[in-house]
C-alpha cells in the first residue's frame, strides 16, 4: 500500500511560569500530563484500489488515525463507493511523548474491513 501524507507542523509558545505547571498538575488528578497537542487534517485519498479483487466493487474507504500511546483510534466517516474520497475533517490528539510516539494512519473499506 503506498500514498502520501502532507504534514504541517506549527511550534505554539509555552509557558515559562511554574505556577502554570502547578496547575495543569492538579487538574490532571494523577493522570500523566501530555506534553503536546497534536492535531491530523485528513484532507482525502486518491486512486484507492477496489474493496475486493476481481470484483468491481469501489471501497466506502474509511481513515483511522491514532497515536501509540494513546488508547482510542479516532476515525473519519466512510465515504460510500468512492476510490478518491474527500473527508476535510480534523482531529486533535494529546500526545505524552512527541520524541517516540507515532502517528499511525489506516485506510480500510467500510464492508469488508479490509485494508486499502
Not at 486518491?46 to 483510534?73: M, Y
Not at 478518491?84 to 474491513?113: A, C, I
Request: net charge negative.
Amino acid at each position: 500500500t503506498s500514498g502520501k501524507v502532507h504534514i504541517q507542523t506549527q511550534w505554539m509558545t509555552m509557558s515559562s511560569d511554574r505556577d502554570d505547571y502547578d496547575d495543569r498538575v492538579e487538574e490532571a488528578h494523577g493522570r500523566q500530563l501530555s506534553t503536546a497537542v497534536l492535531m491530523v487534517y485528513v484532507d482525502s485519498c486518491k486512486q484507492l484500489p477496489l474493496a475486493r479483487v476481481g470484483v468491481s466493487t469501489k471501497p466506502d474507504p474509511i481513515v483511522q488515525v491514532s497515536i501509540a500511546s494513546s488508547c482510542e483510534p479516532q476515525e473519519t466517516w466512510a465515504v460510500k463507493y468512492s476510490r478518491n474520497p474527500v473527508y476535510e475533517q480534523g482531529f486533535v490528539f494529546l500526545v505524552n511523548n512527541p520524541e517516540v510516539d507515532d502517528l499511525n494512519l489506516r485506510v480500510y473499506d467500510e464492508k469488508t474491513k479490509s485494508d486499502l
